[in-house]
């Protein structure tokens, strides 16, 4: 056999595993409750709907469904969403700033490839989702990291950055953030720091990867305005490239997502995407369109959003309840996560081992970090797990907590 780690090429050399992925095989185990996947409640994914929408397309439009589609999407999904932009979210747009993705991961490759050459810098908020990370790590990009406050990335900070490299000469590309319920901390970005980013996006001239699979999803509180909407209402940069997937509000098991932005950026993802996969599947984007004509979008989203608060509050609660002094941890308006902060000198890393002997599993804060810092964190998903689940778990993860305390003394 050849040689695998010298006959492969740099960008899958480059490319390690994703840290939950290799969780989740360690926590699938029976008996074990798992806060660490960040996956939707499959009780509440519309089968009937599904069923009944195959059937129908079957019947209306076969041979659009079955055949090969255009790569930047098929007219009917984008009609749809064009509408659901302007009632939603108050964004005009038009055919061709969208183009159709096989959902949000096969946008961030996109991305990375259409911006990334080897050692780039790519700015990334400190925490951020571990997915986007690894695609642009596999460009062989190198992160400068901005901390997150509970309002979202600092952009005193981001200034600071945006600042020192442009004073090197540093060919930054773009900024990537993930503004609405953050993976993994659950975090949103004020109104406030949205109108900064993008007014440093114009001075520094930087893109702005505005990644938001869980804006939907929110269950309490106002939504600040999306910053493409920001963008063209106030300073139109068009430096803002915005992600949707159906992943967390329909069934990430569709692949189906959408990038919004200016068309000339949509051209270029034309041409990445015809070498990636000539076209997102025809049937998925008809089912979709579907969904959003039909109106049962709307209805779906309110159970969805009622269900995940039942859970993030009981989860609160649970917290609240058993977990010691020195913990503290955020309460998301919205997503699928909430993210937990030990004392300075734990190590959740080091504590993984611990609480999955007490059958309770979760993601490591660390693995979040470009740099690897953020050891005394970690990410708890509760969109999952039953209500009685989150209860138990938490009460097995104080558990955890309590003996590495009693042990550090
Ligand atoms: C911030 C973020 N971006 C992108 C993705 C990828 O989602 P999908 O490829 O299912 O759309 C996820 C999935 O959890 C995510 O949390």
Redesign the pocket.
Known sequence: MIDITKNIATAPRRTKASVIRELLKITNKPGVISFAG?LPDPQHFPYDFVANSVKEIMAKQGRVALQYGPTDGLPELKEEFIKFLQKHEGITAKPENLIVT???????DMVGRLFIDASDPVIVEKPS?M??LQVFKSYGCEFVGVKLEDDGISTEELEEKLLWLRAQDEHYKFLYL?PDF??PSGVTLSQEKRKKVIELSEKYNVAVIE????RQIRFEGKAPEMLYRLDQNSRKTDNIIS?F????TFA?GL???IILAHPQIIKKMEILKQSLDLCTSSLNQLIAADFLRSGFFEKHIEVIKKTYKLKKDTMVAALEKYMPEGVTWTKPEGG?FLWVRLPESMSADEMFADALKENVAYVIGSAFHSDGSGKNTMRLNFSYPTPEDIDEGIKRLATAVKKRMVAAK
């Not at 096989?102 to 961030?108: I, P, R």
């Not at 990644?211 to 869980?214: G, Q, T």
């Not at 997937?245 to 967390?248: A, D, E, P």
């Open positions: 960040g096989t959902a949000s991961q096969q946008a961030l989702y997915g986007g993930v953050q993976n990644d938001s699979p869980y992600l997937t159906f992943s967390k990430p692949r189906l997502g699928l």
